[in-house]
């Protein structure tokens, strides 16, 4: 069994600062794809940020400049260092990961999910 736990949520003023980290244990064999992902109220949960297991990254446009997706392979965990925030961050953002199990069976998996506020 695999999960992974998330942390660092919280309420934030608009133009301040976040971390959130998220890590994985288990029965693990090897970490693919780490990422976050979020949804606000009404709308569709979209990809934030990923980054694979070379260090290579991608953005959300909107996240673009302010937020930096990490990770430490050693500790199976991801970080999200968000900066500069706006109200239209606000959402509950989930940790997911592409994991191999012991059983060499690779899936998706995710966290219970955290919410972050900003406030205007």
């Known amino acids: 069994q695999v999960q992974l736990v998330e942390s660092g949520g919280g309420l934030v003023q608009a133009g301040g600062s976040l971390r959130l980290s998220c890590a994985a244990s288990?029965?693990?064999?090897?970490?693919?794809?780490m990422g976050w992902y979020r949804q606000a109220p009404g709308k569709q949960r979209e990809l934030v940020a990923r980054?694979?297991?070379?260090?290579?990254?991608n953005y959300a446009d909107s996240v673009k400049g302010r937020f930096t997706i990490s990770r430490d392979n050693a500790k199976n965990t991801v970080y999200l260092q968000m900066s500069s925030l706006k109200p239209e961050d606000s959402a509950v953002y989930y940790c997911?990961?592409?994991?191999?199990?012991?059983?060499?069976?690779?899936?998706?998996?995710w966290g219970q999910g955290t919410q972050v506020t900003v406030s205007s």
């Open positions: 997911n990961a592409a994991i191999t199990t012991t059983w060499i069976v690779t899936m998706p998996y």
């Open positions: 288990g029965s693990i064999y090897r970490v693919n794809a």
């Open positions: 980054v694979i297991s070379d260090g290579s990254t």
